[in-house]
């Protein structure tokens, strides 16, 4: 089974340094000084914006080799639906595995603007269903579901959406949703339903994703526990007479040499802690915790090229076949990944038949 | 203050005239799979056609277009972001019911659209028809209450809109200290369209809405129409300007334009026409609807039956789906009636005419340099 690499598309803004203090690129507003000082003449006014910036990320990611982008969902920053349709008509061939929460509203909406985006993008939207914050910031925010409701209300979700994209008519009577006659009729229901990416570790997530995920998505963990959570998935959507593909989360530092990439990551945490506390990142490999405030992500593998794409063989060995790889600056990074790492996986696990197909410009 | 002109972007499809019902141009108009979908250029789709329609209109002169929203066609907000960086001038008029989606998740989608089209988005608000179409959509809150949820959900937008903290307390919607990020929170509120007839519309209209948008009607009702929103929102101390969806038929000569509607109308069968003589969808709760239905004729025995008055035919749900009334006539006399409306208080139009590509260029180029807006009331005013 070839992997899949989607590189992360950061919804809130992307810089250089590790405490995120660098404004959106390209972002600027009227009463704004240029940042170019008084002596240089700045042709930019505000004409451009963070959107022109993610554009040139997932264009990035797609010219790397990547196979997708993530569009992550982040409330502080702009909206993931709009930036994946943003995107359709710029990219070629990237997945679009977009971010968001099962409150966004109706499901039956959400499954028609999958169709258009479906439609427009040959069928390279995927979804990440998120739970969202917990239920006191939720309430805040007009979601009035209570915790223990987040888990099921995806279940329905995409049950309903399943449903209206696939059949006509269509009823679902549920505790979060319902629908009579509904279902896509026409050419609508002619758009393949969108890839399900899942994430969580509880027990309730586990069982959500043997039910409905196509990709179920894990935080890095040591590799004997996350073949135990892999295998306890394999059981539970072994028994629905279901598979699903594995999927981990994790940023990358990746040079050429250990010691470059230690000295960089070693710069990063200090922008997020201070200098003083950089010591605890004692060497290249899997450090725990974040080198950026902004991705999200868990875990960074820190090393050479060579170090970081050994590592993540070893997860492909562990069932992991599906990678959601983040760095910052995005852009420098999905080119230099995509440069430097991506090959070295592809060429790994080639398979013996399709190797001079790869020579020619194929993919694996 | 001058008149804003809309266009209309044909997600309903295409077809090649208003002699036919038929969509034919790419064919990927979802109700008519199948046919000539083979001809459609590899690499190329519905969107490529509909992203053409834009450039037209924005090239034609029209502020931008309303991208109709029906069960069997695409998803306005998806195909606004779509056409974002390829559009210069062109506004997304997205028509959206307040149900379908969180106010603060529609707020932080409106604000990243504005972002991403520099300011070129604005709402169509609809507050559903109700009945079976409803359930449709998943939806099951009932016609007054409708409205009732409508006006929280543009409450909270706008509370938010400038980053808060706003809390609310409504019966719909409760919010605490919520408020859009920066940089979304500096983007400009859209303008809002609002769509419906009732009086519990128009209360909801009063209090968020920009315009009120109406199909046509005929010219005395709609007068009246308009002097009531006029009145009743003026009394709530915020009065909103009106505006007017219409299909229109703009040939050389009059006559060439009624042998266009002729050859339309001969081509439908009997059974359409004496269906259409029925009146409205069973099940509609929309007033406008109904409105629109209970100026039809008993029995339609030719297309000159459906004209209600100079120039304006009610028959043009049967050449497309939607609307009834619209405007035929020389380029002159379209450009007379559409002052007309202006004269009875019309501050904005959305029309539309097929095949919308080529018609962007015609009405652009024929009609508009003709219509003279608030000009000549203004000098009537001063004389």
């Known amino acids: 089974m070839s992997a899949e690499f989607i590189w992360q598309l950061p919804a809130r803004g992307d810089g250089r340094y590790g405490d995120a203090a660098v404004r959106r690129r390209g972002e600027r507003s009227t009463p704004e000084p240029s940042p170019l000082g008084p002596g240089l003449s700045d042709p930019r006014g505000v004409r451009f ?23 992550q969902h982040d ?65 805040k925010n007009a979601d009035p579901v209570p915790d223990e409701g987040v888990l099921p209300r995806i279940g329905e979700f995409l049950q309903v959406a399943r449903g209206v994209l696939s059949e006509a008519p269509f009823s679902f009577q549920g505790r979060f949703f319902a629908v009579q006659n509904g279902g896509f009729k026409d050419g609508l229901d002619h758009q393949p339903v969108p890839q399900v990416y899942l994430s969580g570790t509880s027990r309730a ?40 593909r594995y999927g981990l989360r994790l940023d990358l530092l990746a040079r050429e040499t250990d010691g470059e990439a230690l000295l960089d990551a070693r710069r990063l945490r200090g922008q997020i802690v201070g200098s003083s506390a950089t010591a605890t990142i004692e060497g290249p490999g899997l450090w725990n915790g974040p080198l950026s405030t902004r991705t999200g992500a868990e875990a960074a593998l820190i090393g050479s090229y060579g170090r970081v794409a050994e590592k993540l063989s070893e997860y492909q060995e562990a069932g992991i076949s ?15 990944i995509g440069a430097h790492v991506l090959p070295l996986l592809r060429q790994r696990h080639r398979p013996a038949s399709t190797t001079s197909s790869i020579e020619l410009g194929g993919r694996s | 203050m001058s008149i804003d002109i809309f266009w209309r972007i044909p997600t309903h499809g295409e077809p090649a005239s208003h002699r036919s019902r038929t969509p034919n141009r790419w064919d990927l108009f979802p109700g008519y799979e199948g046919q000539g979908r083979d001809e459609v250029p590899a690499g190329y789709s519905y969107i490529d056609y509909l992203a053409e329609v834009a450039h037209a209109a924005e090239i034609a002169g029209f502020q931008g277009g309303l991208i109709p929203s029906f069960p069997m066609t695409d998803e306005p907000w998806a195909i606004s972001s779509v056409l974002a960086r390829e559009t210069r001038t062109f506004r997304f008029m997205i028509p959206f019911q307040p149900g379908f989606l969180n106010p603060i998740v529609a707020a932080r989608m409106t604000a990243s659209l504005q972002r991403a089209t520099g300011g070129r988005a604005l ?23 409708r409205y009732t949820r409508t006006t929280e959900f543009l409450d909270v937008v706008r509370g938010v809109w400038r980053g808060g903290p706003f809390s609310y307390q409504g019966k719909f919607y409760q919010v605490e200290e919520a408020g859009l990020p920066d940089p979304l929170s500096k983007e400009d509120f859209p303008e809002i369209y609002f769509s419906g007839s009732s009086d519990a519309a128009l209360a909801s209209a009063s209090k968020h809405a920009d315009f009120y948008l109406t199909w046509l009607e005929p010219f005395a009702q709609l007068r009246d129409k308009f002097a009531r929103v006029r009145e009743k929102t003026t009394a709530l101390g915020r009065p909103i300007k009106c505006a007017v969806r219409v ?137």
């Open chain 1, 322 to 336: 599906n990678f959601v790889l983040g760095a910052i600056p995005h852009l420098e990074e999905a080119y230099r």
């Open chain 1, 49 to 71: 914006n963070y959107f022109d910036h993610l554009h040139q990320i997932a264009r990035a990611a797609e010219l790397s080799g990547f196979d997708g982008v993530q569009i």
């Open chain 2, 247 to 383: 299909d229109i038929v703009a040939r050389p000569t009059e006559e060439e334009a009624w042998d266009e509607i002729r050859r339309g109308f001969d081509s439908l069968d009997q059974e359409t026409v004496a269906r259409f003589s029925g009146g409205p969808e069973a099940g509609s709760e929309s007033v406008g609807a109904r409105r629109q239905a209970s100026n039809r004729p008993e029995t339609i025995a030719s297309y000159r039956d459906l004209i209600v008055e100079p120039n304006v035919w009610s028959g043009f749900a049967l050449l497309r789906g939607g609307q009834t009334q619209g405007i035929v006539g020389s380029y002159e006399q379209v450009a007379e009636r559409l002052d007309q409306l202006v004269e009875l208080g019309t501050d904005a139009f959305i029309l539309a005419s097929t095949p919308h590509l080529e018609e962007a260029y015609r009405v652009g180029e024929e009609v508009l340099p003709l219509i003279k807006g608030r000009q000549s009331l203004g000098l009537r005013a001063v004389g």
């Open chain 1, 75 to 139: 409330p502080e920053g702009d909206e993931s639906w709009i930036i994946a349709g943003y995107l359709v008509r710029g990219t070629r061939r990237l997945k679009l595995v977009t971010e968001f929460e099962a409150s966004w509203g109706s499901s039956v909406y959400a499954a028609k603007n999958a169709a258009t985006l479906q439609r427009y993008s040959r069928g390279r939207l995927a979804w990440h269903l998120q739970a969202g914050a917990a239920s006191k910031q939720r309430q």
């Open chain 1, 205 to 244: 997530a586990l069982e959500l994703a043997a039910q409905y995920a196509d990709v179920h998505v894990l935080p890095p963990r040591p590799l004997v526990e996350l073949r135990q959570t892999i295998a306890a998935l394999e059981r539970l959507a072994g028994s629905l007479k279901r598979s699903l």
């Open chain 2, 123 to 145: 709402y169509n608000v609809i507050t559903g028809g109700g009945g079976p179409q409803q359930l449709w959509w998943g939806d099951s809150v009932a016609h007054d209450d």
